[in-house]
């Protein structure tokens, strides 16, 4: 029952356990899954009623989620895990989630390890699931920036120098150094990994985009987009004067994934001597 400038009158308030469902359902989609709510899903065996159903593309693999919304006094039960992990294994899904509001007994920790289910608050399932899409989205970038690597270091050191891609520390200030900016963008990757924030993004260059510090995520993919489209541009330009004056004779090698480069090393090394 509801009061207005009319008088008393009945409105149809959605419950709270409805709005619970919802917020889930709104946090997927703000990470850029398609989810919804109140699904029945056909399984090999029977249909299940889903809470919510989240579909999304990690690297081109089509991944299915489902989530049970628990907005309960009691704490969840090992039954109640079991009965989850026969609809996923039912229905296929990659993964499963019980959200709860009250948390979870120890038998319904025990029921879910080592499995696909993951038993989360829901405060716990917002910061998980965002590291979970930001490192996937930390991949490809780590695969953009082993490519531009790759064609840096392609060309010889004199060549580097003569075309403006190479810096000497002597020369103080250097105006660019393709090394310098590509070890500033591994340590920097390598520190979203970890989630240290802040990170430093200063390259004590002449030429430089974006800002110095990455108070977060967003924050940094915004620094790396600029500094990778940057040093692609610097490359391309190069390497049109280096065909220009015949100077152009790249050793192209690309490394097998297991491989470690040493710029990676370097800026491994280098946050190591920073947390000592």
Known sequence: ??????????????????????????????IGASAETNVTVQGIRTSHDIDILIKTKYLGESLVWI??????????????????RS????????????VSGAGFQSGAHEAAKNTNI????????????RHLVESEIIKTYKKRLELIEARYW?????????YGLRGEIWDFPVNFSGMTLLQTA???ILAAESNEYPI??????????????????????NWLNLNLNFIDEKILLAEIEMIKHGDFDPELCLRDHLDVSPLKLFAAATIKGQKD
């Open 200 to 221: 430093s993004l200063e390259t004590f260059l002449v030429e430089k985009q974006g800002d110095l510090t990455a108070e977060n995520f967003q924050q940094l993919i």
């Open 118 to 129: 993951k038993l989360k608050t829901y405060e716990e399932l917002k910061v998980d699931t």
């Open 67 to 84: 989530v049970e919304a628990k907005l309960w006094k009691s704490r969840v039960n090992k039954l109640q895990v079991l009965a989850l």
């Open 186 to 188: 591994q340590s920097a």
């Open 87 to 98: 609809i996923a294994d039912d229905i296929g899904a990659d993964r499963a989630f019980i």
């Open 1 to 30: 029952m509801s009061k207005t400038f009319y008088g008393t009158i009945d409105v149809l308030e959605k419950p709270t356990w409805y709005q619970f469902q919802e917020d889930i359902c709104s946090h997927f989609r703000s």
């Open 154 to 162: 392609s060309h010889k050191k004199s060549i580097r120098k003569k």
